[in-house]
């Protein structure tokens, strides 16, 4: 069993529409993803959505060609601006494609999981109240301005592969995993060498009814300069113990 809670924010001023980070969830399948949508590029947004939706829906496995599975997720987007007119300039951007980062992570019966990442959207892994794993970035200065993307038009960029990243371990009975886009992921980082309480504060403030804690939290580090004003998504998922037959 696990318990799955969800966040998306876009940066300071801007409705939740503009937000070009994506999240998706089938916890029955032990399936989640998050992507952040490359800002300049066009449609990012949706780009990043359906990297996540095609995650979750049918999660590229550890035997599987990673960048063979991926390349095939921007037909669908490309197709669809095919089917809509579009002014010049929005034309010209769209033949260029749409680029985001990703991470798939995938639970694996009870004891195992596994990630696959392009990019700076990370998974991190707490059991006990210490931080076990960090993927694909471990420290805070290690986030740089041009991670790895994924592109829709993946023909004309064919190093982009080279980006991917993919990792397994275990899991435990009470351990959290954390998917969060960039920006969120360095602040995360950050907290485990300072400000602890901070991170208690995002844990309650992610199983909380709303969303309204977790968004004075984020206005707050921003304010503080503590987290770049940038969109926000963020998974969290607890292994809870199984409860026993006949309960």
């Known amino acids: 069993m696990v318990r799955v809670s969800a966040f998306r924010l876009s940066r300071a001023g801007e409705g939740r529409e503009c937000c070009a980070?994506?999240?998706?969830?089938?916890?029955?399948?032990?399936?989640?993803?998050?992507?952040?949508?490359?800002?300049?590029?066009?449609?990012?947004?949706?780009w990043a959505a359906?990297?996540?939706?095609?995650?979750?829906?049918?999660?590229?496995?550890?035997?599987?060609?990673?960048a063979d599975a991926l390349a095939r997720m921007g037909e669908a987007l490309h197709r669809s601006w095919l089917r809509r007119p579009l002014p010049w300039y929005a034309d010209e951007k769209?033949?260029?494609?749409?680029?985001?980062?990703?991470?798939?992570?995938?639970?694996?019966?009870?004891?195992?999981?596994?990630?696959?990442?392009v990019g700076d959207s990370c998974l991190f892994q707490e059991r006990a109240g210490e931080l076990?794993?960090?993927?694909?970035?471990?420290?805070?200065?290690?986030?740089?301005?041009?991670?790895?993307?994924?592109?829709?038009?993946?023909?004309?960029?064919?190093?982009?592969?080279?980006?991917?990243?993919?990792?397994?371990?275990?899991?435990?009975p009470g351990d959290v995993f954390w998917l969060m886009s960039d920006a969120i992921a360095c602040w995360y980082l950050g907290t485990w060498a300072r400000r602890q309480a901070l991170r208690r504060e995002l844990h309650c403030a992610m199983l909380a009814p709303d969303d309204r804690s977790l968004g004075v939290l984020v206005a707050r580090?921003?304010?503080?300069?503590?987290?770049?004003?940038?969109?926000?998504?963020?998974?969290?998922?607890?292994?809870?113990v199984a409860e026993p037959p006949g309960r």
């Open 132 to 172: 076990r794993t960090a993927f694909p970035i471990g420290e805070p200065d290690d986030f740089g301005h041009r991670p790895p993307l994924i592109p829709s038009l993946p023909g004309s960029h064919r190093g982009w592969a080279r980006g991917i990243r993919v990792t397994t371990g275990s899991t435990a």
């Open 221 to 240: 580090e921003r304010r503080a300069g503590r987290l770049r004003d940038d969109d926000v998504a963020v998974l969290r998922v607890e292994v809870q």
């Open 50 to 66: 359906l990297l996540t939706r095609a995650w979750t829906r049918t999660p590229v496995t550890a035997g599987e060609d990673v």
């Open 94 to 117: 769209a033949r260029q494609g749409s680029f985001a980062t990703l991470l798939g992570f995938q639970l694996c019966g009870r004891s195992g999981w596994y990630a696959v990442a």
């Open 21 to 46: 980070d994506a999240v998706s969830v089938r916890a029955s399948a032990g399936r989640f993803a998050i992507a952040d949508g490359a800002t300049e590029a066009y449609d990012s947004g949706r």
